[in-house]
């Protein structure tokens, strides 16, 4: 097989990229295997660092590893796509998914070669036919004292969850999606909601609800796998999704907008909690709001 590489033909980490790689072109049936990647192993002062730019194809939380189409690597090797350890946060490596567009840096240590300083930088979609137009309409969200409107959609587990079901315990709804790729938005929301979760499985009271703003990517299959990634308890948390009608016609109840930009939801952050009667007890809009409020105002709606 012949490459382009940039770099002097006795680096031997060349060899095992070589080796690692899923390229456009078949690797030639004598090519060694790669060497294995110790977590946690320290890197020598010797290893190289090169920038790296590409697309998301697979991911093997096993591992970890993620195969990437990436762009040619400035003074190492052309663009191509092959499978690269990841050596970072578990909870970063968690949220990645198919199709995320990412930047990271490749580090060649050696024989080893892994990759660290991962982030998202945005989604590349794979179009289907049940893309949806469906939006939330502005200035008809509900307020504080009002009560919440009925609906139904369904959870993680696939089936239908009416959000009348839950009067006699307070609810907190918020909205996310499970391909966000800005850190301070879905991400920061979700981490923020485990550890609500953690203290509502502790004290044997409330709902968490988290509504997805992209029904159409988002299917109760993508929900329940991406809801054990971050450890959410069906039997408290649960993930909603629904036709792309319904969920807009949710989303605007709680004055959430969202739409469509360049591969990802654009969408208001907001978070409500709902008294046991089915009315909301609080509001907060935006990414300024804490879990510990949170809690307190599910506890405060509890009691009454």
Same mark, same amino acid.
């Given at each position: 097989?012949?490459? =382009? ?20 072109? +078949? ?6 295997? =790669?060497?294995?990647? #110790? ?43 092959? +499978? ?24 060649? @240590? ?9 982030? #998202? ?15 939330? +309409? ?8 009002? $009560? ?6 369904? @959870? ?22 499970? =391909? ?19 203290? $509502? ?26 809801? #054990?990634?971050?450890?959410? @308890? ?17 989303? +605007?109840?709680?004055?959430? $907008? ?18 046991? @009667?089915? =009315? ?25």
């Amino acid at each position: 097989m012949k490459r =382009r590489v940039l770099v002097s033909a006795g680096l031997a980490a060349t060899v095992a990229l070589a080796a690692g790689c899923k390229s456009r072109r +078949e690797l030639p049936a004598n090519a060694p295997s =790669r060497p294995a990647i #110790t977590p946690g192993a320290p890197v020598s002062a010797s290893a190289k660092r090169y920038p790296l730019k590409g697309v998301i194809t697979a991911v093997d939380f096993s591992k970890p590893a993620i195969t990437v189409a990436h762009e040619d690597i400035p003074g190492f090797m052309e663009g191509m796509t092959m +499978e690269f350890p990841v050596r970072d946060d578990p909870k970063v490596v968690a949220l990645l998914r198919p199709g995320d567009r990412i930047e990271a840096r490749l580090v060649i @240590d050696g024989k080893v070669f892994f990759l660290e300083n991962v982030l #998202t930088k945005g989604f590349v979609p794979t179009p289907t036919a049940s893309s949806s137009s469906a939006r939330p +309409e502005p200035n008809r969200g509900v307020g504080v004292g009002d $009560l919440v409107p009925d609906f139904t959609l369904v @959870d993680q587990t696939g089936k239908p969850v009416r959000f009348s079901q839950f009067r006699g315990e307070p609810v907190a709804v918020t909205f996310v999606y499970t =391909r966000c790729p800005i850190a301070t938005a879905c991400p920061i929301t979700v981490g923020k909601f485990s550890k609500i979760a953690a203290a $509502l499985v502790k004290e044997k009271f409330g709902t968490l609800l988290a509504v997805t703003v992209d029904p159409a990517g988002d299917t109760p299959a993508v929900l329940k796998d991406y809801a #054990t990634r971050v450890g959410a @308890d069906p039997s408290r948390w649960k993930f909603l999704t629904g036709d792309p009608a319904a969920v807009a016609r949710v989303a +605007e109840r709680f004055g959430v $907008l969202y739409y469509p930009d360049h591969g990802q939801i654009v969408h208001s952050q907001a978070v409500a909690v709902v008294d046991p @009667d089915g =009315r909301v007890a609080n509001l907060y809009y935006g990414e300024e709001w804490e879990p510990e409020s949170v809690l307190q105002d599910l506890e405060k709606a509890r009691k009454g």
